[in-house]
């Protein structure tokens, strides 16, 4: 090697050390900002580590030392991971990994057994970082290319089976096979972080991380169990009687549940008298449950109330051999020296008493009955639902109740003993109907003044009409009595007439001849019967003449049947005006 190369060579690893140590730096002091809290400069310096290590990366990549620019890439990613920077962290890794990638080509340049081995490791291992980012794709196709150009030196037993550990784990994703993927896991743990040698020091935490990743996508596809849980305890128990406590464990996940193991811790003052504390299911199947059930009592008797503990503690596993733990309480059981549910049901008793009185109290107030009735009905209602509670054990809901329900009682006889509360209501009400009945007794009257104005006002609009009525039958009647008038001055004359010829007729008694003389006789006779009959006429049509309907009269300025109407109406008006007059008073 030429000075001069020397000297670059050097240089470089000087600028790198430098880099490397700037980076540390600022990890050290985003290490202290953290501490202080100041999360937003501590963040910079992060960052600051991360570029540093990225560049001294590039420049180890660019002088071909591929396995310290890998080693530097993956402190980047750290880094980035470290402030949530997910894009930034997967570049970094993915680089570290084509790094690895380089640096096992260089490896396999020799002939050398243990440089083949060494070499395939660091390859694995760079698929291991691909899968550690979720890029399995990457990381198959990789291992596959790998194989394919190197596959002359690639013969050795253990290096070929190094070598296969990436198609392991496809081969147990495709088939979803778990002795194919455990093995591949056995592989990695055992001969992948030997084959590394002091390689694993720097790179074997990605390799297992890497691992994890492959174990989460191989769970996505395999059935995986879930056992939920709960206790139920016993309600309104002494410290003189035994009680049952029971478990029930149910297997809600697609997988079976693999070496269930479940113990019991119990409160040191409760004795186990039946049952197992501890207790062993080999497989619980999906949808399957079991029922884990002790007997236990207090250790001694006391007085008043105590509570005691429980839980329930246990593991199991799924296919992949993943171990789960599961816990159900801690739950507390509350034992008396006195049964709850007799206490409840006196006080039930004393409850529905006070309900009855105070549904008396209420018939007896001069309160709204029909509200504060459907309130009390109610309160009976609620307090019915307690003999519910305490037949399925809900003391707990029971006694609120109780307490409730005794609550609105205090408050209902608070209220109707409040006697200047009373006072001011009846007081208020009085008032309120005496303005309410005002009020409607000033609405009838405005409404019936204005009924009478409005038939006033029709009245009125009717004078002229009916006057012009008048004066059409006045002309009528003038034209009448004109008619009848003219009708006997005809009369007259015609009358006048007969009697100029009545009496230019011949008598009979100037003839001889008798037929001449009977004939003149006729005539004559004819003649003054007419006469009397027109004299008879003439006498009607003077009695029509004087009757009184043709009779002349005076046109009034308000027709009579008008005035009657009116003055009628004016006497309904004052009327009612005195009635109302009255009721306000009265009111």
């Known amino acids: 090697m030429s000075e001069e190369r020397v000297n670059r060579f050097l240089q470089m690893i000087r600028r ?89 080509e260089e490896h396999l340049i020799w002939d050398d057994p243990a440089e083949i081995k060494r070499g395939t490791a660091l390859a694995i291992s760079a698929c291991m970082i691909y899968f550690m980012v979720g890029d399995d794709n990457t990381a198959f196709l990789k291992a596959r290319q790998f194989v394919s150009d190197h596959s002359a030196k690639i013969v050795y ?158 593991t199991y596993r799924d296919q992949l051999n993943t171990e789960y733990s599961l816990q159900v309480g801690p739950a507390k059981i509350l034992l008396k020296d006195f049964r709850e549910t ?63 329900v005794n609550e609105l009682i205090d408050a209902f006889d608070s209220l109707l003993g409040d006697d200047l509360m009373i006072s001011e209501i009846k007081a208020k009400r009085e008032k309120a109907l005496r303005e309410h009945g005002i009020k409607l007794l000033q609405e009838l009257e405005e409404s019936i003044k204005g009924t009478l104005e409005s038939i006033e006002s029709e009245l009125r609009e009717k004078i002229l009409p009916v006057k012009q009525e008048i004066m059409d039958l006045d002309a009528k009647r003038k034209e009448v009595f004109d008619s009848i008038s003219s009708l006997k001055s005809r009369i007259a004359d015609i009358n006048y007439n007969l009697e100029l010829i009545y009496n230019g007729l011949p008598t009979a008694s100037s003839t001889q001849d008798p037929a001449e003389a009977a004939a003149r006789t006729k005539v004559r006779t004819a003649l003054e019967e007419e006469r009397e009959k027109i004299k008879k006429i003439q006498s009607y049509i003077a009695s029509l003449l004087e009757a009184d309907y043709l009779a002349d009269r005076t046109v009034p300025e308000v027709p009579e049947r008008i005035r009657v109407a009116l003055e009628s109406l004016e006497q309904i008006r004052r009327k009612l005006l005195d009635i109302f007059n009255q009721k306000q008073s009265s009111v």
């Open 16 to 104: 790198d050390l430098m880099r490397q140590a700037a980076g540390n730096q600022s990890l050290k002091e985003a290490e202290q900002l953290l501490e202080r809290g100041n999360l937003h400069e501590a963040e910079k310096k992060l960052i600051e580590a991360a570029q540093a290590f990225e560049t001294s990366a590039l420049e180890y990549r660019q002088g071909k030392s591929f396995k310290k620019a890998a080693l530097l890439m993956c402190n980047a990613g750290d880094v980035y991971s470290e402030i949530g920077n997910s894009t930034q962290a997967i570049n970094a890794y993915s680089l570290a990994a084509e790094d690895l990638l380089h640096a096992a």
């Open 342 to 404: 007799e206490k409840l049901q006196h006080d039930r008793d004393v409850t529905d008493g006070r309900i009855g009185l105070l549904r008396t109290s209420v018939e007896q107030s001069i309160l709204e009955q029909e509200p504060l009735s459907r309130m009390i009905d109610a309160l009976t209602s609620t307090l019915m639902r307690v003999n519910e509670d305490i037949s399925g054990k809900n003391l707990e809901a029971a006694k609120t109740r109780i307490s409730i």
């Open 157 to 314: 037993p253990d290096v070929v089976r190094l070598s296969q550990i990436p198609q392991q784990f496809e081969a147990a994703l495709v088939n979803v096979d778990i002795n194919s993927f455990s093995s591949a896991e056995n592989s990695v743990a055992t001969e992948l972080k030997t084959a590394l040698g002091r390689d694993a020091e720097s790179f074997y935490r990605y390799v297992e991380k890497g691992l994890g990743m492959i174990r989460e996508i191989f769970r996505g596809k395999i059935k995986t169990p879930n056992i939920t849980s709960h206790i139920e305890l016993p309600v309104d128990k002494t410290f003189s009687d035994e009680f049952t406590i029971k478990a029930i464990l149910n297997n809600i996940g697609d997988g079976n549940a693999f070496d269930l193991a479940v113990e019991w811790h119990l409160d040191p003052e409760l004795v186990v008298s039946a049952g197992d504390i501890k207790r062993s299911i080999e497989v619980l199947g999906p949808d399957e449950s079991i029922t884990l059930e002790i007997v236990a009592k207090a250790s001694q008797e006391l007085t008043g109330t105590k509570e005691y503990s429980v839980l329930l503690k246990g």
